[in-house]
């Protein structure tokens, strides 16, 4: 099993990203894809998240109207496209995926409730 993710860089505070990750070794479709970040100093956040069980998606308050999550069932592929970037965006985003097919266990942050992590990919903006 692989997640693997890519798209991350050094970027200015309202500008944009995205955020790629592959997903191998496992029914791809079947799972919860989410997004999860560590910024400096800080605890593990989840940020965002696709359910497999209906398609609806989450998005933590902080990233709300300005992160958008989607995936590709086809390719097994889920992206993460950030806009408005702002300064407390700078973290280590990290994709992640969960055997329910349902985004609980990223919106409660439950890091270790995930089955499959990727090792991260870091996203800096600048001021």
């Known amino acids: 099993v692989q997640l693997v993710e890519s798209g991350g860089g050094l970027v200015q505070a309202g500008g944009s990203l995205r955020l790629s990750c592959a997903a191998s070794g496992f029914t791809f479709k079947d799972y919860a894809i989410g997004w999860f970040r560590q910024a400096p100093g800080q605890g593990r956040e989840g940020v965002s998240c696709i359910s497999s069980s209906d398609g609806t998606a989450y998005y933590a308050d902080s990233v709300k109207g300005r992160f958008t999550i989607s995936v590709d069932n086809a390719k097994n592929m889920v992206y993460l496209q950030m806009n408005a970037l702002k300064t407390e965006d700078t973290a280590v985003y990290y994709c992640?995926?969960?055997?329910?097919?349902?985004?609980?266990?990223?919106?409660?942050?439950?890091?270790?409730?995930?089955?499959?992590r990727g090792k991260g990919t870091r996203v800096t903006v600048s001021s």
């Open positions: 992640t995926a969960v055997s329910s097919g349902r985004c609980t266990v990223v919106r409660l942050g439950l890091w270790y409730g995930m089955d499959y």
